[in-house]
Nanobody
Framework: QVQLVESGGGLGQAGGSLRLSCAAS????????LEWYRQAPGKQRDLVAT???????NYADSVKGRFTISKDSAKNTVYLQMNSLKPEDTAVYYC?????????????????WGQGTQVTVSS
């Protein structure tokens, strides 16, 4: 099983920046889609950014132009650079690694989740 450990969360200021990191215990990024989610108090967990095996990225409208997802496959680490922070960005942020591998009877899906890191943005 793959373990994911997030870091970089904490207290940020409106207009400031934070960088989140997610390190995987095994080298699986070459076959995986990497994602960042966030969950604010009382709300559902929302997808905020993805990066594919080829490096293509997608962002939620709420973070587009402010957040950047990237990866270093050699280090088994995915990053979320968060700029121009807003109080609305306050949430627990989770990284996710998802993909498909060949099983004995056919394709086998997998999904791993980090434990989350708290981001709090003050005004």
């Amino acid at each position: 099983q793959v373990q994911l450990v997030e870091s970089g969360g904490g207290l940020g200021q409106a207009g400031g920046s934070l960088r989140l990191s997610c390190a995987a215990s095994r080298s699986i990024f070459s076959i995986s889609t990497l994602e960042w989610y966030r969950q604010a108090p009382g709300k559902q967990r929302d997808l905020v950014a993805t990066i594919t095996r080829s490096g293509s990225t997608n962002y939620a409208d709420s973070v587009k132009g402010r957040f950047t997802i990237s990866k270093d496959s050699a280090k088994n680490t995915v990053y979320l650079q968060m700029n121009s922070l807003k109080p609305e960005d306050t949430a627990v942020y989770y990284c996710s690694v998802k993909g498909v591998v060949q099983g004995v009877d056919g394709p086998r899906t997998f999904a791993y989740w980090g434990q989350g890191t708290q981001v709090t943005v003050s005004s």
